[in-house]
């Protein structure tokens, strides 16, 4: 096995070691780790910021790879805005910035989302009210099933809420690099969450600066503390916001958040419910803890086990249901490890 733990690559810092560890720097070393894996029929794990995953304590019998990608290019026009590729090994807020210090607009709201940007696609990131979906124009990946490269538009990609084609399609893809379509502006899109418009001082539908937009985000998220506060580490969202259908979503009290969707069901705040259902901030179990900042980031409050986490975890969700009825779905990946 090799000597160094997965805990050091994630933001839990949960995981044991794993049989072969290696770094991919380049697309061409990345296609060739992952193909040398593959021809010795040896497991594979792919790893970016390390920012939405558990690993067992057992850690990982197989080859880790971990991506280190960089690299871009881009195109402006006054007119139509800009179209810029990225490596899956950039870093997302980075790039964030990027975009706006270039006058570029759409993904101010997603500020200050961990990881890279190669995870961006598969999980569909998103936060106030917007998704990468939006402005993905296209995703180069390798297929590990067919030994080749494949370019997909964003129609082909299959995203929805925290998913797309290549989450669903598990070990298949490993993305090699993602262009994005975005608008040439300073004018934010439109402000969709309260939470977020109090903190501008302007109402719904608002569009403010795209650097105000990004500022206040930040802010709200350090308050948070979703990755790391008071020495405890999380994987940030444990858990994704449920889709209900309407009739559901009219048996919760009237202050439950509801947020209507294009196909007539509504979201609410998974942090919403588990609070109601009694779990609290700060709540510990074992070496696992909710943390004091914010009741979605199950964390690690220092020797916590990969086991700990997951029986906090199945306690929020049991809560939630035995409460209203609805049933969590974890935004984590789990390796190694049941839920």
Not at 108 to 115: F, V
Not at 130 to 146: L, M, P
Not at 280 to 291: D, P, Y
């Amino acid at each position: 096995m090799s000597t160094e733990s997965l805990a050091d690559f994630t933001t839990l810092h949960v995981g044991g070691p794993a049989k072969k560890l290696v770094h991919a720097t380049t697309e061409a070393e990345l296609i060739e780790i992952v193909r040398s894996a593959d021809s010795a029929k040896e497991p594979l794990l792919i790893l970016g910021g390390g920012s939405n995953v558990l690993v067992s304590d057992d850690g990982f019998e197989g080859t880790v790879v971990i991506v280190e990608t960089k690299g871009n290019s881009y195109e402006i026009d006054a007119c139509s805005g800009g179209m810029l590729t990225v490596a899956a090994g950039e870093d997302w807020d980075e790039f964030v910035q990027f975009t706006l210090d270039k006058g570029l607009a759409n993904l101010e709201s997603l500020s200050g989302i961990p990881g890279n940007i190669g995870a961006a696609p598969i999980q569909n990131i998103g936060a106030y009210g917007h998704e990468a979906g939006e402005v993905i124009a296209r995703v180069r990946a390798f297929d590990r099933h067919n030994d080749r490269i494949t370019t997909f538009s964003a129609s082909e990609c299959g995203f929805s809420y925290r998913s797309s084609k290549f989450k669903v399609e598990k070990g298949r893809w490993v993305i090699l690099d993602v262009t994005f379509q975005l608008r040439r502006g300073e004018e934010s899109l439109p402000i969709q969450y309260a939470e977020l418009a109090n903190a501008l001082g302007v109402e719904i539908g608002d569009r403010p600066s795209t650097q105000k937009v990004r500022e206040a985000v930040l802010r709200l998220r350090g308050s948070k503390g979703m990755l790391t506060s008071e020495n405890i580490w999380s994987a940030g969202s444990f858990f994704i916001n449920p889709i209900i259908e309407k009739s559901v979503a009219d048996q919760l009290p009237g202050d439950a958040p509801r947020w209507p969707q294009a196909d007539g069901r509504i979201k609410t705040s998974a942090a919403w419910l588990m609070e109601k259902a009694g779990m609290e901030k700060g709540e510990k179990h074992q070496g696992a803890q909710i943390s004091p900042r914010h009741v979605l980031a199950l964390s690690n409050a220092g020797d916590a086990k990969a086991e700990d986490i997951i029986a906090l975890a199945k306690i929020s969700r049991d809560k939630v249901k035995a409460k209203f009825g609805i049933t969590l779905e974890p935004e984590v990946q789990f390796v190694g490890v049941e839920f």
